[in-house]
């Protein structure tokens, strides 16, 4: 008998059953991956939904406290938390963001209080939040974001933000020179130990529809001029370099999955831990298409979270994190 013709080579062997499959997998995802972005709205009495993200919600202060003592027990490694104030209380230049009593402050010592270190509390370092105008930054005479008057706000921002508790800042509003900015500014107030998790190659994305409903945002416009064009994959290598030279602990890229490209490159790049941000449009395209009966959540959720670990993160910030931890 002669079999010449059969594959020598058979890779479906290792694919026989799931037990086969487990063993021979290359990654795999851990509670410990996953951070939860939350948001938290001054004064709400009762979680708000939001009608582009089902299943996420502003948070009052109580229910915040809640969801970070579920995100830890479920083994979820971080939150990173968005401060939604008062409407009345936005201004030109995001007063309430550097406010001590703001409420991501009040959010940030709450959560603190409440987890102590046992979770890792974030917070988003930027003003759209926090601007009537919804701009990252503060604007110049003619409406133009003003990058270095926009970095003396951050520099206020994480030292209020330290100070109520953040262990770990974001700053995401992709001004030039911000990372270096926030380390002075928080190594001279005495938070040397709070770490920067830098926003390194934030794109100017159609995905971040739903978190302009969840933040309460006002942008007309766009964020062009800051947030990188989607075009570009050399310039965030560039953004990555200035990103380390200027002393960022930790780096992302966001959104993710258009970008896992990008992930990649500066994964294989990098000797600090990189995290990749599953935005709010990449978690509602996913929860519509469910919703309509053509996709399989579940599967469709593990598939997208495993994809980002494979291209690279080591963290991944996905509104999914204390659900997909308590599966796994
Ligand atoms: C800036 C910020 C944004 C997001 C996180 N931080 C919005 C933006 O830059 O337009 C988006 C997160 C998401 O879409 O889930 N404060």
């Known amino acids: 008998m002669t079999y010449g013709n059969f594959p020598g080579a058979r890779p479906r062997r290792l694919r026989t059953t799931p037990a086969m499959r487990r063993m021979v997998a290359e990654h795999r995802l851990h509670p410990a991956d996953l951070i939860l972005p939350a948001f938290v709205r001054e004064g709400a009495t009762a979680p708000v939904p939001i009608s582009a993200m089902p299943g996420v919600v502003q948070h009052t202060r109580d229910s915040l406290r809640k969801a970070a003592v579920e995100a830890l027990s479920a083994g979820v490694s971080g939150i990173m938390l968005f401060g939604v104030p008062d409407e009345a209380k936005k201004d030109a230049l995001g007063t309430a963001g550097t406010d001590p009593d703001g409420i991501l402050q009040v959010a940030l010592r709450d959560v603190r209080a409440e987890v102590g270190d046992d979770l890792v509390i974030m917070s988003d370092l930027c003003l759209d939040e926090f601007t009537d105008h919804g701009h990252c930054g503060v604007l110049d005479s003619a409406g133009r974001v003003d990058n270095d008057a926009t970095l003396e706000r951050y520099a206020e921002m994480a030292q209020v933000q330290a100070d109520a508790g953040a262990h770990v800042v974001g700053p995401s509003g992709m001004m030039d020179g911000q990372v270096g900015v926030v380390r002075d500014a928080l190594d001279q107030t005495g938070h040397e ?136």
């Open 193 to 328: 130990d709070v770490s920067i998790l830098a926003y390194t190659a934030k794109y100017s994305s159609a995905f971040y529809g739903p978190f302009r409903e969840a933040v309460g945002s006002s942008l007309k416009g766009d964020r062009k001029t800051y947030q990188q064009d989607p075009a570009n994959l050399r310039e965030s290598l560039r953004e990555l370099a200035l990103d380390l030279s200027e002393g960022a602990d930790m780096v992302m890229v966001k959104p993710a999955m258009p970008y896992l490209d990008v992930l990649a490159k500066i994964a294989d790049e990098v000797d600090v831990p990189v995290a990749a941000y599953q935005i709010s449009g990449e978690y509602a395209m996913v929860e519509a298409a469910a919703e309509k009966g053509w996709i399989d959540r579940d599967k469709a959720i593990l598939e997208t979270l495993t994809g980002i670990k494979r291209a690279g993160a080591n963290m991944i910030l996905t509104y999914w994190a204390t659900e997909v931890a308590r599966g796994l």
